[in-house]
């Protein structure tokens, strides 16, 4: 039995690595990701995403597929991936047997989900493309001469049983680190896993769509990091996504709090919940691009030097918006905590809430692996229905503006309303943090408003 070691035995300028499916497309990218890594004597624990593409056959497969020719096709182009970057390695047969095991099991569970697809089953079949890819990176390491190691992040990552999006046991993840992982951190570099876990019976848990980043800070801060590296395709946090506006300029730094809201908000770069293991530890976070890693990033801390007014634009599509009306709610006491009582008790995270004397209108964020639009569960719409009326809209985004002392600055906000004088706005959010102002458009508005807004604020 290894002897427990505690994570402050560790040197304290360790560096867990995290890098995203673009960072481990493909071989020259493992190889380029590879060598950030060996570059860098601290980093110690390193957490990838399935290679580029790879989540989404798998989510269509546990979907369920009912053609088998088209099952076959998603497998094939799935086996295609992976044994592209195999056919590239000096030593393939070193892992080949892995890999094809895993790929069989792929397509063992795809007939399962098309006969009866469920939660579990889609965790367990989605979990195999980070699975596949650290079998493949960690050989990459090994031939260019790292000592390296693959470690199934399963044994440590604990979590509660719920499916899709399982909550993390942040204790008993440190408690399991500091007695498995943490011996081989001593002498090697380990390779493992982001975005899936399991729970107290050992069954495949996954934290939720994008979960590889909330991955990373967990054991960031579970090893006791000096530094947590987010590695991706762009070269740090921008004004807004450069694909809205090509004159978005880098931020070369960011409070934790800016940081939280611009990913809560919608910016793709950092999964929502990322930063709160890192603001626990006081953690400093690193956003940067593999592709091009001397081009610098962006630094996370939790205080700067400058904290403007406006500090970026961030957009978040696939929103639902519920209206829930009654005459009830005039003057009355009881209604609202009636309402969330039904939310809480199907598992309904609410978002953003506004309210007027008869109504009140909140909105759902996708948040779990299925991907799509969020859909009030029948039973809570039933619930609800028996209350109240109920309107529920899609086909909506949120726009953020993310900055500093917003609600506590004369004016601040006439530069933005004089923008969105022609667009209709289903939701305004303002007040209740100084650090956003939102509010909901129609999906095809969002990019025009959010140009424009951008071009007037930040260029």
């Not at 799509?372 to 309107?391: D, K, M, N, Y």
Request: proline fraction near 4%; include cysteine.
């Amino acid at each position: 039995m290894s002897p427990v070691i505690s994570s402050s035995a560790l040197n304290a300028e360790i560096t867990v690595a995290k890098f995203g499916g673009t960072s481990v497309a493909d071989f020259v990218a493992m190889s380029r990701s590879a060598k950030i890594v060996i570059n860098n004597p601290t980093t110690k624990l390193v957490l990838i995403s399935a290679c580029s593409g790879v989540t989404n056959i798998l989510v269509e497969l546990a979907n369920g597929v009912a053609d088998a020719e088209h099952r076959h096709t998603l497998i094939t182009r799935l086996r295609a991936i992976h044994q592209s970057v195999l056919a590239d390695l000096q030593q393939p047969e070193m892992i080949a047997d892995q890999i094809d095991a895993l790929l069989d099991q792929v397509s063992e569970l795809a007939v399962k989900a098309a006969e009866h697809k469920s939660a579990e089953l889609t965790d367990q079949l989605v979990a195999n493309g980070e699975l596949l890819s650290t079998y493949l990176f960690t050989q990459i390491m090994n031939e260019l001469g790292a000592d390296a190691v693959r470690y199934d992040i399963r044994e440590v990552m604990r979590t509660d049983s719920r499916f899709g999006k399982a909550s993390p046991e942040p204790e008993m993840i440190r408690q399991l680190t500091e007695e498995k992982l943490l011996p081989l951190l001593q002498t090697q570099i380990v390779v493992s896993q982001g975005f899936i876990g399991s729970d107290e019976q050992g069954r495949t848990t996954t934290l939720g769509r994008g979960g590889s980043d909330y991955s990373a800070a967990l054991m960031a801060e579970a090893v006791d990091a000096g530094t947590l590296e987010i590695w991706t395709d762009v070269p740090g946090m921008y004004t807004t996504d450069p694909r809205i506006a090509p004159k978005a300029t880098p931020i070369k730094e960011i409070s934790f709090s800016e940081a939280s809201e611009m990913a809560n908000f919608g910016a793709k770069i950092l999964h929502p919940s990322t930063l709160i293991p890192a603001v626990r530890r006081q953690i400093p976070v690193f956003v940067g691009s593999s592709r091009a890693p001397e081009q610098g990033g962006t630094w996370i801390r939790k205080s700067v030097t400058e904290a403007p007014l406006f500090r970026a634009l961030a957009l978040r599509s696939n929103q639902t918006l519920i209206t829930l009306t009654s005459l009830n709610m005039f003057h009355a006491y009881g209604f609202l905590a009636e309402v969330f009582r039904i939310l809480a008790e199907h598992k309904v995270s609410v978002d953003l809430i506004s309210t007027s004397e008869v109504s009140v209108s909140l909105t759902m964020d996708q948040t779990d692996t299925g991907g799509g639009a969020p859909t009030l569960p029948p039973g809570a719409h039933a619930a609800l229905s028996e209350l109240c009326r109920v309107e529920i809209e899609q086909d909506l985004c949120l726009i953020s503006l993310i900055g500093n002392r917003m609600s506590q600055t004369a004016g601040s906000v006439s530069t933005v309303f004089d923008t969105l004088d022609e667009y209709k706005l289903r939701m305004i959010c303002y007040g209740a943090s100084p650090h956003n102002l939102c509010f909901l458009v129609k999906t095809e508005h969002a990019m025009p408003i959010a140009q424009n807004l951008h071009r007037k604020i930040f260029e």
